[in-house]
């Protein structure tokens, strides 16, 4: 037998899912991360579904070590070496236009002070040229102090060298010279070559900052697997939704800031293929919560919302990267008072000590205390009977709480999923109709440890009528990965007016990148038959500041004469789509061509659950402020369709169908919740 195997490390718990490649079995579980050690959680949740390492096939891992490190702000010690002139790029960086009146606003605090900042003589005008060569001695300067001072990384940011960064490169060789491979060197241009000073530097900066951690990690994840006997590369997921093995991640750990949330997305592309639409209408809001945090993302068109860009902690961040909106609402947020109002989040009892109910020493109540004073959880099945929840207990916390706010403790349950679901209910607006995207044209896919549990809930809030609850919903994320591919990113600044245009030469700079990103899959080990290319091009009106990014078909040839006509017009088709108009007359540019390679991977067979006899238990749950006698199903019983008030208990999740509503599996097994007013 052998297994392809994924795996989630979550703030409470460490997810794992493996698919067996002879039978089509797929099989969960997970384990509680261990903080300390991570590699302990990790190896405790793979030994309850694989007894024998050597027959993993296929090994993927998702991780946030690298996010962890900077919400903590415990990452790297970096000094910052920039051009003569441009040291308080990264210090001014760029003030905020969406808050522009908002007297409270406060940039950022920079991840590094002015005094870790040096400069080096030496300049490249715009086209790339050189002006003046490189200060070598200020570059041996910058790498003694660093070696000196004990700093743990350095990056190098010099003006123009996403044109041409031989200046980098030589800088980059004095500094590896003198450092050795003790010290971690980035070079602006190989994390993002793109134009924009200041995010580049950002970037840059980004990846020193968590770099040491994520590359520690990683190696020391790769050595103890292969003392255990795994035998093929460790995958790790990156932020765009693709894979890349654990060598290149630690060359480009940047790539993984959002590992671990970006594998439920990729699994909401499978399940909005899998549920039989046409492409254009696979669209799926992903929620995924977990423990600690709330996370959002968008499946548009059957692919996930991924941009060039975004802002991490208020820092941007040059790179493909799925748009994930999180916030700090979970199973473990904290309810509690302030001047006489109730409030939930975003602290979180975490792990440890966890939740009242965990008996870990919990005593604050939290979201799932309150779920498990309603009636809605299972305490002797939790977690497929991993856990036993301390019923007792939760009471006590949520009649504490209660008592300071002059409520019944049962209307204080309700209360704080409700604010809860509330706040979850904004996040997903903040992606949907703050951008114009209606989400009642959406099927809502909810998954994470306590995502099934608030989901038609948060659905009603917004008027949407359908809700996936697919298999394994509390190892989602960790299925995702198994679904998705190798991805590769290449960007090649391109800056050309409208009547400037060559189509031979872009045709040109076009078949470069395809080989380029193909030889990158090929180092990837994807076999020639599975690699795939697309392209697209960044694009903008004459005088506007900011880009759309307009993808390229494979039947555009840049030689036609009829080329530019047909691709300005898409673009004011993005445009009109985004913001609502566009000027077709006005005169476009070409900003910067962006590659990417895929290499695709056999999907997992989907096989329909076997449906097993298990007679339900019936229970006292509140809706509502209503007692209902609630039957409590094991989802493997379900068969046909079910009305609601229903509980339904699985291994990795628990699924809270209100009064009112319907709920049937599909074919793939997927519980599908048809959702009343």
């Known amino acids: 037998m052998t297994y392809r195997v994924a795996m989630d490390i979550g703030g409470t718990f460490t997810d794992v899912v493996c698919y067996d490649e002879q039978s089509g ?10 903080p300390a050690d991570l590699a302990e959680g990790v190896f405790a949740a793979l030994g309850r579904v694989v007894a024998d390492p050597a027959r993993i ?16 702000r415990k990452g790297a010690r970096v000094l910052l070496l920039t051009s003569t002139g441009a040291r308080d790029v990264y210090q001014i960086a760029r003030g905020n236009r969406d808050r522009m009146f908002d007297l409270r606003y406060r940039k950022p605090t920079p ?10 003589a030496g300049r490249l005008d715009w086209r790339g040229e050189e002006l003046q060569p490189l200060d070598e001695q200020a570059v041996r300067r910058a ?41 971690l060197v980035v070079l602006s241009h190989e994390v993002a070559r793109e134009w924009r000073e200041y995010e580049r530097t950002s970037s840059a900066v980004l990846e020193a900052y968590t770099g040491p951690v994520v ?9 103890r697997f292969a003392e255990r006997g795994l035998t093929v590369p460790v995958h790790v997921m990156q932020s765009s939704g693709g894979l890349v093995n654990a060598g290149h991640a630690m060359k480009r750990p940047l790539q993984t800031l959002l590992s671990g949330p970006v594998g439920g997305t990729m699994g909401g592309v499978a399940a909005a293929r899998l549920l039989g639409r046409d492409p254009a209408h696979q669209n799926a809001i992903c929620v995924d919560m977990g423990g600690t945090s709330f996370d959002v993302s968008l499946v548009v068109g059957g692919r996930p919302d991924v941009s060039a860009e975004a802002h991490i902690e208020g820092f941007p961040v040059l790179m493909p990267i799925v748009n994930l909106h999180t916030i ?9 008072a302030e001047a006489g109002a109730l409030r939930v989040g975003p602290e979180s009892a975490g792990a440890v000590p966890g939740p009242a109910c965990y008996g870990r020493g919990g005593t604050q109540p939290t979201v799932t205390d309150a779920n498990v004073v309603l009636g809605r959880v299972d305490p002797a099945w939790f977690a497929g009977g991993l856990m036993r929840l301390d019923t007792d207990a939760a009471n006590e916390a949520v009649a504490t709480l209660a008592d300071e706010l002059h409520l019944d403790p049962l209307q204080l349950a309700e209360g704080i999923c409700d604010v809860a679901n509330a706040k979850m209910a904004q996040a997903i607006r903040t992606l949907t109709v703050e951008h114009g995207v209606e989400p009642r044209e959406f099927a809502l896919v909810a998954f994470g440890g306590a995502g099934a549990m608030h989901a038609v809930f948060i659905a009603r809030e917004l008027g949407i009528g359908e809700v996936v609850v697919p298999r394994f919903p509390g190892a989602f994320s960790a299925w995702g990965m198994l679904e998705a591919d190798v991805r590769r990113d290449l960007t090649h600044p391109y800056f050309r007016q409208q009547n400037d245009l060559d189509g031979h030469d872009l045709a040109t700079t076009l078949a470069q990148l395809h080989r380029q990103a193909e030889a990158a899959l090929t180092g990837q080990g994807v076999p020639q038959t599975r690699q795939r290319v697309e392209h697209a091009v960044d694009m903008r009106y004459e005088g506007q500041d900011y880009t759309l990014t ?28 985004r913001y609502g108009h566009a000027t077709p007359e006005a005169p476009v540019e070409f900003v910067m061509l962006r590659s990417t390679g895929y290499g695709t991977f056999p999907k997992n067979a989907t096989t329909t659950p076997t449906t097993e006899a298990h007679p339900p238990a019936v229970r006292n749950v509140i809706f509502d402020g209503q007692v209902h006698r609630t039957p409590v199903l094991r989802r493997s019983a379900l068969d046909g369709e079910l009305e609601g008030p229903a509980i339904i208990v ?24 048809k959702v009343t007013s």
């Open 328 to 336: 700090g609402a979970g199973g473990g947020s904290i309810a509690y």
């Open 215 to 223: 590359r520690a990690y990683l190696a020391r994840i790769e050595q």
């Open 111 to 120: 991840l590094l002070p002015r005094s870790d900042v040096m400069e080096a």
């Open 57 to 72: 096939s296929f090994f993927v891992h998702g991780t946030t070590q690298g996010l962890n490190a900077l919400l903590e």
């Open 550 to 577: 307009i993808p390229l078909t494979g039947a555009d040839e840049p030689t036609a004469d009829d080329f530019l006509q047909t691709i300005a017009q898409r673009y004011a088709e993005a445009h009109t789509s």
């Open 25 to 34: 079995a797929v099989v969960a579980s997970k384990a509680p991360t261990t």
């Open 143 to 183: 790498a003694h102090r660093a070696r000196a001072e004990g700093f743990d990384a350095v990056a190098v940011t010099l003006l123009f060298s996403y044109v041409n960064p031989a200046h980098e490169i030589r800088a980059g060789q004095i500094l590896t010279e003198e450092l050795g491979d003790d010290v």
């Open 650 to 673: 699985e291994e990795t999740a628990t699924t809270v169908i209100p009064p009112g509503c319907l709920a049937a599996p599909d074919a793939n097994g997927f519980l599908i919740i």
